[in-house]
């Protein structure tokens, strides 16, 4: 499986923007999927993800209630939707996948053996 990130940009403090992770040689309900984010200087984090065997979402405690994942299966897209951003979340956005078929999800990057190409999303104050 291949996945492409897209959506980044810049926005304002307080707005809105989606970004759209793209598979192909794979569908997403197969995996594990995950979005993360690294700020310059910092780690790689966890943002949010779902679970393959029930869909079911997580996200980390920096972004619920602001940010939203969703998949489409039949565009074979997840997307994560984010909403009253701030300059803290400026980072470059990454989608990946686990694909050890594991019904635990995990948060930890290190557990994603695929991952996307990233997109820059910048917030200003």
């Known amino acids: 499986v291949q996945l492409q990130a897209s959506g980044g940009g810049l926005v304002q403090a307080g707005g809105s923007l989606r970004l759209s992770c793209a598979a192909s040689?794979?569908?997403?309900?197969?995996?594990?999927m995950g979005w993360f984010r690294q700020a310059p200087g910092k780690e790689r984090e966890f943002v949010a993800g779902?679970?393959?065997?029930?869909?079911?979402?997580y996200y980390a405690d920096s972004v619920k209630g602001r940010f939203s994942i969703s998949r489409d299966k039949n565009k074979n897209t997840a997307d994560l939707q984010m909403s009253s951003l701030k300059s803290e979340d400026t980072a470059v956005y990454y989608c990946?996948?686990?694909?050890?078929?594991?019904?635990?999800?995990?948060?930890?990057?290190?557990?994603?053996?695929?991952w996307g190409q990233g997109t820059q999303v910048t917030v200003s104050s």
């Open positions: 040689g794979g569908t997403f309900s197969r995996y594990n």
């Open positions: 990946a996948a686990d694909r050890n078929y594991s019904g635990t999800f995990y948060y930890t990057p290190t557990w994603y053996d695929v």
């Open positions: 779902f679970r393959r065997t029930d869909g079911r979402q």
